[in-house]
């Protein structure tokens, strides 16, 4: 009985937690980048960039050192002015306001925390600048630092935290001030893999319990993948794709965001035929490969073919003039654990790079069979 009653009347600590959830989804942002240019000198960081970030989206800015990311990250923030070009909160123009009233919580690549100041201190500080009274601050950074499974090491200093509990400070520091956007710039870079990985997950919860506006940046595909709602894929200050996770990994709009996103296997050609429901594609070497049909692809027109190296099958058989199948001798190997990958060249002069789980026994100039299935494989536009 007693258990029935906890569950129709929730203890108060429950009921505060959801009250401070609800507080963070209110204040949460709708973001809007319109035609945004950035120059520095004779330098163009960023060119025309438009980008449309819901309320509460988890908005992953992919790509690249010096594709632009961070200089988007620090219009938002107010570091720098758009050279043209509009940022909006909730549909009001943001240009111009000063960066401390612009009611964003950011985490920096390095975490910027203040080594002199307890992880107490250290997260109360955006609270110290806006005059915050003492018992709202105490409860506030209480409640912060409960979000990140800190509470216990409130009176620590920074020097005394792992690298991943300075993270989550920085992230507690960002958050206590109910921000209206949350911009991350490469947190977990500075991590081992393992942390990473542990990290990613308590952003992800911290996101889907706070269904907070978050702007992150970094060049890790994975990371983007993973978290994101939302994915804009950046090169040279230009968004060459925005989409879903999903559909960034399965539907890459050219070679660059495919290569970006793990398809490391190109092949030029020409779509020769239509056969049932795929092209005939013939590459520059004069081999002929079927292909799932893309509509908006035309016979005869000049193409790219890419497929990811784990979509490569190595075949026990190979029969003779069957179509998808290669046959070629092993150049490299690279064995990481889970997986080894092999660089094939192909009798037809193409190299082809494979992915196979775990330790396969194919040593160098051995010869192997290729089998690339017309569904694995995506045909772009050349170019």
Known sequence: MSQVMEEVNPAPAD???????????QASAKVELRNLVKKFGKTTAIRDVNLDIDSGEFMTLLGPSGCGKTTILSMILGIHDPTSGGILFNGEVINGIPMNKRDIGMVFQN??????MTVAQNVAFG???????KQEKQKR??????????????????????????????????????PKVLLLDEPLSNLDAKLRKDMRIQLKRLHDEL???????????????????????????????????????????????????????????????????HFVFRSEHGYPLLVKKNPDIKIGQ????????????????????????????VLTSDYVGS?????????????????????????????????????????????
Not at 15 to 25: G, R
Not at 127 to 133: F, I, P, W
Not at 352 to 370: C, F, H, M, S, W
């Open 302 to 329: 000049e193409v790219l073919l890419t497929i990811k190296p784990e979509n490569v099958k190595v075949a026990g058989e190979l029969i003779k003039d069957s179509i998808n199948y290669m046959s070629g001798r």
């Open 15 to 25: 009921k505060k937690a959801e009250a401070e959830k609800k507080i963070m989804k």
């Open 141 to 178: 950074v209480a409640k912060a630092l409960e979000m990140v499974q800190l509470a216990e090491f409130s009176k620590r200093f920074p020097k005394e935290l792992s690298g991943g509990q300075q993270q989550r400070v920085a992230l507690a520091r960002a958050l206590v001030i109910r």
């Open 339 to 383: 997986t080894t990958s092999y660089e094939v060249l192909t009798t037809q002069g193409e190299i082809i790079r494979i992915n196979v789980l775990g330790l396969e026994p194919y040593p160098l100039n051995t010869d192997i069979k290729l089998y690339l299935n017309p569904a694995s494989i995506l045909i772009l536009n050349k170019g």
């Open 127 to 133: 609270l110290d600048m806006r005059k915050t009274s």
């Open 111 to 116: 975490y910027a925390l203040f080594p002199h």
């Open 211 to 277: 269904n907070i506006t978050t702007i992150y940046v970094t060049h890790d595909q994975e990371e983007a993948l993973s978290l994101s709602t939302k994915v804009a894929v950046m090169s040279r200050g230009i968004v060459q794709q925005i989409g879903t996770p999903r559909e960034i990994f399965m539907n890459p709009r050219n070679k660059f965001v495919a290569n970006f996103i793990g398809y490391s296997n190109f092949l030029e050609g020409k779509v020769e035929a239509e056969q049932g429901e």
